[in-house]
C-alpha cells in the first residue's frame, strides 16, 4: 500500500499538523489501528506531564451521608454530592449490578 502525506487536527490545540507516509508506515509496521490524536509538541508536553511525579494522593476526612459514620475519603468531597463510607459504597455498587 502506498501512503501519503495526510493533514490531522490536533485534539489538544486544534492546528493542523502533517502525518508523514513515512509516520504511517511506522504505525502500518506496529499493527497500530488508530492515527496520531495530537502534534508533536502537543503529544511531547503530554508525555512530560505523565512523567512527572505522581500526584499527591489527598485523604479528606467526611461523614457518610447514608450511615453517618466518619471515614475518609481519597478526595477532597465537593458540596451537594453524597459521601459513602468504604461499607456503604460497596453495598451501593453491588446493588446497581
Request: charged fraction near 30%; proline fraction near 6%; hydrophobic fraction near 25%.
Amino acid at each position: 500500500m502506498e501512503y501519503r502525506d495526510k493533514n490531522l487536527v490536533c485534539v489538544e490545540c486544534h492546528q493542523t499538523f502533517i502525518w508523514t507516509a513515512g509516520e504511517q508506515l511506522f504505525y502500518a509496521d506496529k499493527n497500530f489501528k488508530n492515527e496520531p490524536k495530537r502534534c508533536k509538541d502537543c503529544k511531547n508536553k503530554r508525555n512530560a506531564r505523565m512523567s512527572g511525579p505522581p500526584r499527591e494522593r489527598v485523604e479528606t476526612t467526611a461523614t457518610c451521608s447514608q450511615c453517618g459514620k466518619a471515614t475518609t475519603v481519597p478526595f477532597k468531597p465537593t458540596q451537594g454530592r453524597p459521601v459513602y463510607c468504604k461499607e456503604c459504597f460497596q453495598q451501593r455498587k453491588a446493588a446497581s449490578l
